[in-house]
C-alpha cells in the first residue's frame, strides 16, 4: 500500500478505498457491520480521529486524522487486513458461496485465496476550510446520486456520518465533530 509522500500528523485526510475491481461487496447490513465495527474499534483504541464517512456499496470514504504514532499508511493496511479477513469469515459463516467464489476469481496473488480490498487507496490533504465542507458534502450526498440511489436525503443514509451533521443526531457510529477544530 502507498505511504502517502507527505504524510503529516496536523493534517485531516480525505480517504477513498475500493473494492477489488469496483465489486458490489459492502450492500448486506452483516458486512457493513464489520467495516463500521472496525472503524469505530479503531477510533475509540486512538489509532485515528474519524470526522465523516460513508460507506458505499464498493468503497467507502472518509476524513480522518492519524498521529505521527499511527500514520495513515499502517491505518489503511490494519484496516484493510482485519476488514478482509472478518467479511471472508463472515461469508463462510453465511454459506455464501457464490460470492466467495467471485472473490476468489478476482485474486490475482498467490499469497492470498480471496480478493476485497484494491491494494491502493487514495488519500487528499484537506488542508483548508474550504476543501473539508467541499469534501464533506460529497461523502454526505454520494448515496443520493443517481448512479446509486440509496436514499432521498444524506440523513436517510444509515451508514454516514450525515445524520450526525445535518440533524445533530447520532450516526451509526460515534465520530469526531469536525466543527471543534474551527472553534
Avoid at 467479511?87 to 459463516?93: E, G, K
Avoid at 487528499?124 to 467541499?134: G, I, N
Amino acid at each position: 500500500m502507498p505511504v502517502h509522500p507527505n504524510f503529516d500528523p496536523d493534517f485531516l485526510y480525505f480517504i477513498t478505498t475500493t473494492a477489488e475491481q469496483h465489486h458490489y461487496i459492502f450492500k448486506r447490513e452483516s458486512i457493513i457491520r464489520i467495516i463500521l465495527d472496525s472503524l469505530h474499534f479503531l477510533r475509540t483504541s486512538k489509532r485515528m480521529e474519524l470526522f465523516c464517512f460513508v460507506i458505499m456499496p464498493n468503497h467507502v470514504h472518509l476524513i480522518c486524522k492519524f498521529s505521527r504514532e499511527h500514520p495513515m499508511s499502517d491505518f489503511m493496511r490494519d484496516f484493510k487486513r482485519h476488514t478482509a479477513r472478518q467479511i471472508i469469515r463472515q461469508l463462510m459463516a453465511e454459506e455464501k458461496t457464490g460470492q466467495l467464489d467471485v472473490l476468489q476469481k478476482l485474486n490475482k496473488h498467490d499469497d492470498q485465496q480471496y480478493k476485497i480490498w484494491e491494494d491502493s487507496y487514495d488519500a487528499r490533504d484537506v488542508f483548508t476550510a474550504d476543501f473539508l465542507w467541499q469534501k464533506m458534502e460529497y461523502i454526505h450526498y454520494n448515496p443520493c446520486r443517481p448512479k446509486w440511489n440509496l436514499a432521498n436525503t444524506p440523513e436517510e443514509y444509515p451508514w454516514s456520518s450525515a445524520r450526525f451533521y445535518m440533524l445533530d443526531k447520532p450516526s451509526v457510529i460515534p465520530v469526531d465533530d469536525v466543527r471543534n477544530l474551527f472553534v
